[in-house]
């Protein structure tokens, strides 16, 4: 068989991992072929399959990216004349729009990878896609509830992301700096993602604070850097900078990371890193309070490294994964979600920042809690391991899942 694989990127993202490792899985049964929208970038995850790049300049007025996605369009139909794919999978909503818009015969799967709640409830540009899919196959089971809720689409059709356990192990065993292991003599809470608004890492800053008086040796861990193209995002990562500094804490960033003793130091910003999973794992706590997610990667490989995590409660994604559907267990903690709006001017807290706090601080003098939901995290990060959730979506292209 034949599978053309559109992305936009095949670099540093959650949904760019989670195309390395499906194509990869998917690279062994059948001939894969990679279509992305962008230039090779140096931290390109390691894609096994052919790559084809279609590269257009950026536009900025409305007619020129009209024509963008006119020329984008055009291009593909060339290659998949050219590669005559039995199968093209469109992961995330711009690889969407570009296969639903262009005529081909092939069987079209399109891989919904966020919350729909966001959208307008009936945006004809989302009901235009969803229905050109020849199947619907949601990141999981929640987006599905969404379809229907928001669309009137009834799919029974999902698939996790896939993680490679052994990997992700073989990573949080790897040494760390001698300087920067001295800043886990302490209580270390952690954290890994980007600095934008879904993230709400300008509220963690505040729970931190709130939570460091109850818990004196207290640490934060941010991994993850702001978006270099966005204003907003330097912004965030400068608000939380400043928002500790304020609150009288020593800051270590990348920079000083490399050449000081953080032993010290009551927060590291330690920013984008190959392999941040030898930081992570060598914290007490992972701390997620997402605003909106799909399917979160970072939240599953904490998992993996046997950390404890409260997460945000956020309309999909976390809930799914620290709760079973049919048994009820829990493997991690649920909290109330924050408002996503960002106000640079806004240093207050409140009782939402004030009961992350009181989670945080219970469970981390619980040593009993701390090593249960060490356990669970460990137990369920075994359902999401690449070969379950890979073969699904063998099955579900080889047509032996039915919707």
């Not at 934008?196 to 460091?212: D, E, G, M």
């Not at 799914?320 to 049919?326: A, F, K, M, R, V």
């Not at 009181?358 to 249960?372: C, F, Q, R, T, Y």
Request: glycine share 4%; proline share 5%.
């Amino acid at each position: 068989m034949k599978i053309l694989f559109l992305i936009p990127s095949l670099a540093r993202g959650g949904q760019e991992k989670a195309g390395m490792i499906l194509t990869n899985y998917l690279g062994k049964y059948h001939n894969v072929t990679i279509v992305c929208l962008e230039a090779p970038d140096p931290a390109q995850y390691d894609y096994q399959n052919p790559i084809i790049r279609i590269q257009i300049p950026p536009a900025h007025s409305i007619v020129g990216k009209i024509f963008r996605v006119i020329k984008r369009i055009k291009t593909l139909r060339k290659i998949k004349k050219q590669i005559q794919p039995d199968v093209s999978i469109a992961f995330g909503e711009t690889a969407m729009l570009l296969n639903a818009l262009t005529i081909s015969k092939e069987q079209k799967f399109s891989s919904i990878r966020h919350s729909l709640k966001n959208l307008q409830a009936h945006n004809r540009l989302h009901k235009f896609l969803f229905r050109r899919a020849w199947k619907l196959v949601p990141v999981h089971n929640g987006i599905n509830k969404e379809l229907e809720k928001y669309y009137n689409i009834k799919n029974k059709l999902f698939a996790y992301n896939g993680y490679d356990l052994k990997k992700i192990h073989e990573d949080f065993n790897q040494p760390v700096e001698e300087n920067i292991i001295t800043f886990f003599n302490g209580h270390v809470i952690s954290h890994l993602g980007r600095f934008v608004t879904s993230k709400c890492n300008w509220q963690l800053v505040k729970i931190f604070a709130l939570a460091k008086k109850n818990i004196p040796n207290l640490k934060l861990l941010l991994v993850g850097d702001p978006e270099r193209a966005s204003t907003l995002s330097n912004k965030i990562y400068q608000f939380c900078i400043d928002y500790l500094v304020a609150a009288g804490y020593k800051v270590a960033t990348v920079s000083n990371a490399i050449s000081e003793d953080l032993i010290n130091y009551d927060v590291l910003f330690l920013g984008h890193q190959l392999n941040p999973h030898k930081y992570i794992s060598k914290s007490d706590l992972f701390v997620f309070p997402s605003a909106w997610e799909g399917f979160p990667n970072a939240l599953v490989e904490a998992m993996t490294c046997g950390l404890p995590v409260i997460s945000a409660d956020c309309p999909t994604g976390p809930r799914e994964i620290l709760i079973n559907q049919e048994t009820t267990e829990e493997y991690g903690i649920l909290m109330p979600v924050f408002d996503h709006h960002f106000d640079p001017a806004d240093f207050s807290t409140n009782e939402l920042h004030q009961s992350w706090a009181n989670a945080i601080v219970n469970l981390s003098k619980n040593k009993d809690s701390l090593a249960l939901y060490s356990n669970q995290s460990e137990k369920r990060a075994q359902d999401f391991a690449s070969e379950k959730t890979c073969k699904k979506w063998l099955d579900i292209i080889e047509n032996k899942i039915q919707n």
